[in-house]
């Protein structure tokens, strides 16, 4: 039992913290420690408008970097960042980035994007050549699923699923 103010402060901070959900970080697949604002790296670097769009792998260049929900994301050109600022929910890939068949399965692994689909115009990644075969193999029966899993992992960090 905490009984001098120190450890009450810290009782409290506790349970304020066990009682916060978990941050908008564990909403998108990032690397940290790539961009100079500190922002996590989306999508490894590669332009999301091109991969969105042509399913071309496109290396982004820091200096056509936007940041957008907490999250840096790079371009091959300006052009394809104007056109990520004017909507960037169009271009950005589904489940934050994370693997679909993963979030299928109810967890949340690296979306590498030289294994992307693009269905209905929407972005998928999954996290290796293995895994998106298997997607292939059964497109509708994964997205379906990982649609009704994603909003039940959304807010989960990745080492609690």
Not at 68 to 73: L, P
Not at 94 to 117: E, I, N, S
Request: glycine share 8%; charged share 20%.
């Amino acid at each position: 039992m905490p009984n001098t103010p120190k450890q009450i402060a810290l009782a409290i901070a506790v349970a304020i913290g066990a009682a916060v959900p978990a941050s908008a970080a564990d909403e998108y697949n990032v690397t940290s420690g790539y961009t100079l604002d500190g922002a996590g790296l989306g999508v490894h670097g590669v332009d999301p408008v091109a991969l969105s769009t042509l399913n071309a792998v496109a290396e982004g260049d820091a200096k056509y970097a936007v940041v957008h929900d907490g999250v840096a994301y790079y371009f091959a050109s300006e052009v394809t960042a104007e056109r990520f600022k004017s909507d960037p929910v169009k271009y950005l890939p589904q489940y934050g980035g994370f693997c679909a068949y993963a979030v299928a399965l109810g967890r949340k692994l690296d979306g590498d994007p030289r294994y992307a689909d693009i269905v209905d115009g929407k972005l998928y990644l999954f996290v290796n050549a293995a895994i998106f075969e298997k997607y292939l193999a059964d497109k509708d029966n994964t997205l379906r699923k990982a649609e009704q899993q994603w909003p039940t992992i959304k807010h989960t960090a990745v080492e609690e699923l």
